[in-house]
């Protein structure tokens, strides 16, 4: 409400005596309590809160709670109702959310710092592939061995990273209404982890050992559901909907009591309990004898049943919905990482490491000496060999998540057992993260760095041996040379590699050849070819190699340069700063030759030279960078940036289309049909209105300082779509901004006004108050849309305290 009817509502209201309130009946309480929230609670009435409207409600604090029961309450009932709510735990749960959101974020980051270390694995994996071949044999296979087990470790590590992301989030994003059931990949645990695909087959090839079946077969086992185990992280849909999002709703004429609700009823038995206690013996003790027969201290059910619906309103239900999901999810991991550790054990008793095979099979003694078929090894060897590798697959995937997922384990039941200690704080860029030594996750994961420092120069060098003009940057090789010196080559190779075959094709090789490789003259490279061309030097490789049409090569020679890789036109004209010569631009027109390269060119302020990617394109790929006050988040992403501004002392600036609301392209949020009638006359219009995101319209409903700023031109049905949604004083709020304005004017207005209201609230900090004046993960002001454009708008990134949020829906 206004500030004038607030004021109007308060000269008229009046609050009530304790003995009225405990004698009162279900029809005077309501309509008390309906003109006290009226008179003093922003927003809507918490007695109306439901499943449709729940997400108008501002919640995710204790001190919601508190202004709610003050304002309907008697201060000593509103004391003792609060303090039972305190000694159940209420406080507590608020406190684990938080944690639980920030251990979230860390995870997050975890899995943003392994994946490009897990790739750039399976590159040199791949890459020396033919190591562990008879043609060459096994000579350097020491080198793909240990390139390959640290693979598999990393990716074992990243995934239980990844398994930590999802449920960690699925279980912070509840729904906020207790009768709406659990999200499916929280009904589904422990098999909606992904790496328990790799327990089960495991479990399935130590029992094919003890009936004596083959497992040396290229074919993977499966289990129950079919996955093969990959830990591919790719959600799987049903009717275009992710398995993230997918909330059971009851039919009609069904009847569900889930988890959540089952816990709340609980919840308010106990806090009712603990009320009518307090109440007795404070009451009592006050009261003379005769007052104390006169003196009602059981409090009604409608008393129980408003305190109820606060707690839903108000964020308290989806607290201990959260708080009781993350103690089952705990148990999950505990469990999974012992089933883990005890597959292990049996691994290692009951099965022979490659290692070990080719130690003892074939006689590899890291000497380098060629191994032949039929005279080192025989038949047996060979099948003992595939089996080992089938179990050394298995064995390295689960060494890699075991100790990832007890580390998660770990930090869950730590904040289960101390959840107002602020275990984890994050914010949106993972640079400055803060967790417990105890929390090794992060340093298992960069541990596997090293290995691709070791080799993947080695790798450039080999390349250049193979295809003359390969390596770039500090690696190019002096054309006028010609050839790179063994002694050099040896610096580099480590180990007792052997050089003289590789020295022999650099001093032999057609200097005029170039990049990309040809099939013809460079069959090694086999595994480097493919159907996806490479719209920079137009040679064809296989997917591993290309990534959104641009092959690694020509990838790394864009960001060593500061350039987008991605953009049109970067390949456009002659350039020689990586090492390379590249005139023209290839043009994908055919089928099957892989992603086209996108026909607009990315500004040269979209790229971050503190990450190397580029901002306009990549900016789903990583967190975003603070250095450069851009990151991205979904709604409920930012949603919690407003939770974490103090006192809610944040200005939020929406852009519309394709961010609030499902519009595209300036099309009206209203949609008019009419209704069929035999006389034109009688026909009736019915109003329809678009869809819209509900978290960012929760809150547009329950943050007084929201903004509309958008350039579609309906602004009068933009404010009826907000009212209707019930977002108040919506007629100043929308702001237009007409075609090559900047949407920096109306930011810049809006903050301005609402700094001199601060004043004169007496609200503004002092300069030497610490209180989060110095927190860098607390805007003082967002500005939230789905164009990069309207981001990276010059006279929008001049705007000091703005933070700038990509707006998307997939944002892992």
């Known amino acids: 409400a206004s500030a004038s009817a607030r004021t109007a509502s308060l000269m008229v209201f009046a609050m009530p005596t304790p003995e009225w309130v405990l004698r009162s009946d279900p029809v005077a309480w309501e309509t008390h309590a309906r003109a006290a929230f009226t008179a003093q609670i922003d927003g809507e009435c918490p007695s109306d809160v439901s499943r449709k409207n729940i997400m108008n409600y501002a919640q995710g604090s204790f001190s919601m709670v508190i202004d709610d029961l003050n304002a309907v309450l008697p201060k000593p009932l509103a004391d003792i109702a609060l303090n039972a709510l305190q000694e159940e735990g209420l406080c507590e749960a608020?406190?684990?959310?938080?944690?639980?959101?920030?251990?979230?974020?860390?995870?997050?980051?975890?899995?943003?710092?392994?994946?490009?270390?897990?790739?750039?694995?399976?590159?040199?994996?791949?890459?020396?592939?033919?190591?562990?071949?008879?043609?060459?044999g096994f000579a350097q296979c020491d080198r793909y061995r240990e390139i390959c087990v640290t693979h598999m470790r990393c990716k074992g590590a990243a995934h239980a990273a990844y398994d930590g992301r999802v449920l960690t989030k699925q279980i912070c994003c509840v729904p906020r209404h207790p009768d709406a059931r659990r999200p499916a990949r929280l009904r589904e645990l422990p098999n909606s982890l992904t790496t328990r695909s790799w327990l089960l087959q495991a479990e399935t090839a130590l029992r094919g050992i003890t009936s004596g079946n083959d497992i040396s077969g290229d074919d993977v086992p499966r289990d129950a559901s079919g996955d093969t185990g990959t830990g591919d992280t790719s959600v799987k849909r049903?009717?275009?909907?992710?398995?993230?999002?997918?909330?059971?709703?009851?039919?009609?004429?069904?009847?569900?009591?889930?988890?959540?609700?089952?816990?709340?009823?609980?919840?308010?038995?106990?806090?009712?309990?603990?009320?009518?206690?307090?109440?007795?013996?404070?009451?009592?003790?006050?009261?003379?004898?005769?007052?104390?027969?006169?003196?009602?201290?059981?409090?009604?059910?409608?008393?129980?049943?408003?305190?109820?619906?606060?707690?839903?309103?108000?964020?308290?239900?989806?607290?201990?919905?959260?708080?009781?999901?993350?103690?089952?999810?705990?148990?999950?991991?505990?469990?999974?990482?012992?089933?883990?550790?005890?597959?292990?054990?049996?691994?290692?008793?009951?099965?022979?490491?490659?290692?070990?095979?080719?130690?003892?099979?074939?006689?590899?003694?890291?000497?380098?000496r060629f191994r032949t078929r039929g005279i080192d090894f025989f038949e047996p060897a060979v099948l003992r060999l595939k089996e080992g590798t089938v179990f050394d697959r298995l064995r390295g995937l689960l060494q890699g998540c075991a100790p990832g997922t007890r580390d998660i384990a770990s930090a869950v039941q730590n904040i289960v057992n101390f959840p107002s200690k602020k275990q984890f704080v994050s914010g949106d860029d993972g640079g400055a993260d803060f967790f417990p030594a105890e929390f090794t996750l992060g340093r298992s994961i960069s541990v596997h760095r090293s290995v691709v420092e070791k080799w993947r120069?080695?790798?450039?060098?080999?390349?250049?041996?193979?295809?003359?003009?390969a390596r770039i940057g500090d690696e190019v090789i002096n054309a006028e040379v010609g050839r790179l010196e063994e002694s050099k080559l040896e610096d580099?190779?480590?180990?007792?590699?052997?050089?003289?075959?590789?020295?022999?094709?650099?001093?032999?090789?057609?200097?005029?050849?170039?990049?990309?490789?040809?099939?013809?003259?460079?069959?090694?490279?086999?595994?480097?070819?493919?159907?996806?061309?490479?719209?920079?030097?137009?040679?064809?490789?296989?997917?591993?190699?290309?990534?959104?049409?641009?092959?690694?090569?020509?990838?790394?020679?864009?960001?060593?340069?500061?350039?987008?890789?991605?953009?049109?036109?970067?390949?456009?004209?002659?350039?020689?700063?990586g090492g390379g010569s590249f005139e023209g631009s290839v043009t994908c027109d055919t089928k099957g030759t892989g992603p086209r390269r996108s026909k607009k060119t990315c500004p040269a302020n979209a790229w971050c030279p503190h990450h190397s990617r580029c901002l306009a394109c990549e900016l789903l790929s990583f967190p975003g960078c603070s250095a450069c006050g851009i990151t991205s988040g979904d709604g409920e992403d930012i949603g919690n940036?407003?939770?974490?501004?103090?006192?809610?002392?944040?200005?939020?600036?929406?852009?519309?289309?394709?961010?609030?609301?499902?519009?595209?392209?300036?099309?009206?949020?209203?949609?008019?049909a009419k209704t069929k009638s035999d006389d034109e006359s009688d026909a009736t219009k019915t109003v329809t209105f678009a869809e819209h995101d509900k978290h960012l319209m929760s809150i547009a409903t329950s943050h007084a300082n929201t903004h509309v700023v958008t350039r579609n031109r309906h602004v009068a049905d933009i404010v009826l779509f907000l009212e209707h949604l019930g977002v108040r004083d919506a007629q100043k709020k929308v702001h237009h901004v007409g075609k090559g304005a900047s949407k920096a004017g109306v930011i810049l207005g809006v903050l301005g006004e609402f700094s001199v209201s601060q004043k004169r609230n007496g609200k503004k900090k002092d300069d030497n108050d610490d209180d989060g004046a110095n927190d860098t993960n607390t805007p003082s002001a967002l500005f939230v849309d789905d164009s990069i454009a309207e981001l990276l708008d010059e006279q929008v990134a001049a705007i000091p305290g703005l933070t700038r949020v990509l707006f998307s829906r997939v944002v892992a």
């Open 94 to 136: 608020f406190d684990l959310r938080k944690n639980l959101v920030s251990l979230k974020k860390v995870l997050l980051h975890c899995w943003h710092a392994a994946h490009p270390v897990e790739h750039e694995l399976h590159r040199l994996a791949t890459f020396w592939r033919n190591d562990m071949h008879f043609d060459n």
């Open 238 to 368: 049903t009717n275009g909907t992710s398995r993230d999002n997918c909330v059971d709703e009851a039919t009609p004429g069904e009847t569900l009591e889930t988890p959540a609700r089952g816990a709340l009823n609980v919840f308010l038995e106990n806090v009712a309990a603990r009320i009518e206690k307090t109440t007795r013996k404070r009451f009592r003790d006050e009261a003379t004898s005769r007052e104390k027969e006169e003196t009602e201290t059981e409090w009604p059910c409608h008393l129980i049943r408003t305190i109820e619906r606060v707690l839903i309103a108000r964020g308290g239900s989806k607290a201990l919905a959260i708080r009781d999901e993350t103690k089952l999810y705990a148990q999950v991991l505990i469990d999974t990482a012992n089933q883990f550790d005890a597959v292990l054990a049996t691994l290692g008793q009951k099965t022979l490491s490659v290692e070990a095979v080719l130690r003892d099979d074939f006689g590899v003694d890291g000497s380098g």
């Open 457 to 469: 120069p080695v790798m450039w060098v080999e390349l250049e041996v193979l295809v003359p003009g």
């Open 492 to 577: 580099v190779v480590s180990g007792d590699t052997k050089v003289a075959s590789m020295s022999q094709q650099l001093a032999t090789r057609d200097s005029g050849h170039a990049w990309p490789p040809d099939s013809g003259s460079t069959p090694l490279l086999a595994y480097l070819r493919g159907k996806q061309k490479c719209t920079g030097c137009g040679g064809d490789f296989g997917s591993l190699w290309v990534q959104y049409g641009t092959c690694f090569r020509c990838d790394l020679i864009g960001r060593r340069s500061g350039r987008c890789p991605r953009s049109a036109g970067f390949f456009s004209e002659k350039d020689t700063s």
């Open 641 to 672: 940036l407003v939770e974490t501004a103090s006192d809610g002392n944040v200005c939020v600036f929406l852009d519309f289309d394709r961010t609030v609301c499902a519009t595209k392209v300036g099309a009206s949020p209203i949609v008019e």
